[in-house]
């Protein structure tokens, strides 16, 4: 223990003649030097880890290319998975008389009374997509009406609903009066089998 006091006097000593010779900021220089190293220190495992992740991708994607393989495909997003869906969805247009047919042929299986529906054709571009809307004016019992949505709804995914109204004139009747409008959404027509008859009102329901 008796040689510990030396040893600190010298340690002492060196370094008040290292800041005489090289000033205080050779210090400074020196601890913020430490500092980067141990930060480098720190990170180049990580670096490495994720070059050497980055390197098998692209000896994967070489090989790949070699054997004449395509590159695996990036995933969809969750909107074009959605529109996928949707052009998957769609009626040709050979069902949309077929459609029409059946959602009136469901109004009278429901003991629905039903006036003259109305027609009109739309087409949405950015959907790629055409349209046919009907109206249909029904009167019932609410329970009735309700099923016989459920069961066009359910038969037919191509079909929306876009707007319902219901009317009930006075209180105690177990019939109302509803208005609703469907839309068939189906494929581009092809010149020939477009069916122009419709929205002249051809469907006599």
Do not use: C
């Not at 052009?87 to 949309?96: D, F, N, P, S, Y």
């Amino acid at each position: 223990m008796s040689g510990l006091p030396p040893i600190a006097d010298r340690l002492r000593l060196a370094a008040e003649i290292w800041l005489h010779r090289h000033g205080p900021w050779s210090l400074v220089l020196a601890v913020i030097f430490g500092s980067l190293l141990s930060l480098a220190l720190i990170l180049l495992p990580g670096l490495q880890s994720e070059l050497a992740a980055k390197q098998a991708t692209l000896a994967d994607l070489q090989a790949r290319l070699t054997s004449g393989d395509s590159p695996p495909a990036p995933p969809q997003s969750a909107s074009e998975t959605h529109y996928q869906l949707f052009r998957q969805t769609l009626a040709e247009e050979g069902q949309v008389l077929a459609s029409i047919q059946a959602v009136l042929d469901s109004v009278a299986s429901h003991q629905l009374l039903s006036t003259r529906a109305e027609y009109l054709r739309g087409n949405d571009a950015l959907a790629q997509a055409e349209t046919l809307q009907m109206i249909v004016p029904v009167r019932g019992r609410y329970t009735d009406v309700r099923r016989w949505l459920e069961e066009t709804l359910a038969r037919q995914p191509f079909i929306a609903v876009n707007e319902l109204r219901f009317k009930r004139e006075e209180i105690g009747l177990d019939e109302i009066e509803a208005r609703i409008r469907l839309t068939i959404w189906h494929r581009p027509a092809k010149s020939a089998d477009r069916l122009d008859g419709v929205a002249a009102g051809e469907v006599d329901r």
